[in-house]
Every structure is written in structure tokens, then in C-alpha cells.
């Protein structure tokens, strides 16, 4: 199973420390967001790995190169100076992840899910880990209703920006830039997504102090 990153924010709600440097590089406790991802996609039993990157993205490059020194084989998937967003990132990068089902999995975020969960999945056309509502997101996205995903429920909940899905999930877009949620609202309003909960740790690292928390967190499970 194929594995993507996605790295190609801009971080503007972390400037200035993304002022030369992609949000993907900024480190906790000495080691990049990216990094992390990188080996917990390992961990899993999972090397073939797609990086896409837009603004900066060459520094993601340099840093990682071919993703040998992590036991991984990395391929980049360059989109420029201007992102596509989540959705037509990925759309663009299906030629390198093939036909059959892959994971995502956002770089900006710390977590410890074990991402060899997901192998096997998606048994419909995505699965998706959802996460308890942060404080900076409280209205959440989706609801589970058993393994199933809806748009409404007694308690929505977050997406976690851990998934996997089938290459048929974009079937009906077309190149340009679009956001991942947009496609994933459609399919489960059709039924067609499933998902899970997952209470472990999960940091959303969209700003300074979410990436001191991020800091706080890894230090203390050292």
C-alpha cells in the first residue's frame, strides 16, 4: 500500500516561522513535522510514500531527498509556488500512488496513530479517523454512525487529516485546486465513506502555540 503526504501549505498562521521555510520542516523537540510522518509510515510497513510540496517545497527535498536514511522510498509531487489544496493535490499526484487504494495523511499534524490500522482499507470509497472537536474547531465535520460516516449527528466530530481511499473517490474532479473536504462531503452523502475514532494523541499543529503544545506533548512522552 502507497502512502501521501501532504506538505504543500503555505503555514500562513505561522509566520514569520514560515517565512522561508515550508510548514512541513518546523521541528518538535529537534525533528520535523514531515520527519515524523515519514517514520510512522515506516513503523507501518509502509515505504512507498508520495510528498507533495508548492511554495519552499524544494527544502523538503534537500532535507529528505530519496528517504533511504529513513527507510523509505520518497517521490515529489511539485506543484509550483501555489498550492492546489488537499483535494487537487492529490488528484494530481494519482499517477504516482496507482490504481489500487492508498493513505493520506497530513504533515502539519503530530500523532500516534498507528497508521497499519488502515491496511485493508477503504472498504467503500474512503475511510477517515476522526478525532474529538479541539477548541479551535469545535463544531467538528463529520458523525459516525457505526462504521459509517454521516454529515449530521448527535455529536460530529473532527477530521483528523488521516485517511485512506480509493483512486474512484475523484472520478468526477477535474484538475485545479479543491479541498479534500469537498469531495469527501459528497461521497458521504452518499454512503460511501467510512470511519473510526481515535483517542490518542492528535495535534493539529496550525500555529505557534498549537506547535509549543505539539513540543509539550512529545517531550513529556520521552
Known sequence: MKAMILAAGKGERMRPLTDRLPKALLQ???KSLIQYQVERLVRAGITDIIVNHALHGDLIEQTLGTGAALGA???YSREGTEALETGGGILRALPFLGPGPFIVVN???WTDYPYQKLAG???RL???VLVDNPP????GDFALTGHGVALSGDRRLTFGGIGAYRPELFDDC???TFRLSAVLRIAVSHSLVTGERYEGAWVDVGTPERLLAAEKLVQSRC
Do not use: F, K, N
Open 126 to 128: 474512503a475511510h477517515v
Open 28 to 30: 518538535v523537540a529537534g
Open 174 to 176: 477535474l484538475p485545479g
Open 121 to 123: 482499507q477503504p472498504q
Open 107 to 109: 504533515a502539519d499534524i
Open 136 to 139: 479551535h474547531h469545535p463544531a
Open 73 to 75: 522510498s520518497l517521490r
